[in-house]
């Protein structure tokens, strides 16, 4: 991705753990890492491409489409991205070289907060 976070902290060395114990642990930390970093897993459908990419022309845009099939997961992405600035290198939609302000409105504050979720 692009502008992502500062590196992470050096690796310290091995304090006489087990190469088994080691990587395990590896691997929990990872599993960790993907569980909770879910704007880097994204991979949009061809359709939410579409959508993402008109942003860099149009400042309004509709995502039309039946039910389940992205239409939340894809602004919901598409707000992380702008709002932490990590675009990823498939990104053709609207960048922001700046902190960005998004309001989020909808019928009633459960549904406006649990909708995305």
């Known amino acids: 991705m692009r502008r992502s976070a500062p590196a992470s902290a050096p690796s ?7 190469l088994g114990t080691e990587y395990l642990a590896l691997l ?11 704007l880097a897993a ?3 459908y061809p359709r939410q491409a579409q959508f993402h990419a008109a ?3 149009n ?6 489409a039946g039910n389940q099939l992205g ?7 598409e ?6 600035g990590r675009y990823p290198d498939w990104w053709q939609g609207k ?20 909708n995305p979720q």
């Open 28 to 38: 929990t930390e990872l599993e960790r890492r993907r569980r909770a970093n879910h």
């Open 12 to 18: 310290k060395r091995s304090s006489g753990r087990s």
């Open 71 to 77: 239409k939340t997961r894809a602004g919901g992405a």
């Open 79 to 84: 707000w992380a991205m702008h709002l932490t």
């Open 95 to 114: 960048v922001f070289d700046m902190a960005v302000r998004l309001w989020a409105a909808g019928v009633t504050g459960e549904g406006t907060r649990d």
């Open 55 to 57: 942003g860099a022309a």
């Open 42 to 44: 994204y991979r949009p």
């Open 59 to 64: 400042r309004e845009r509709l995502f039309m």
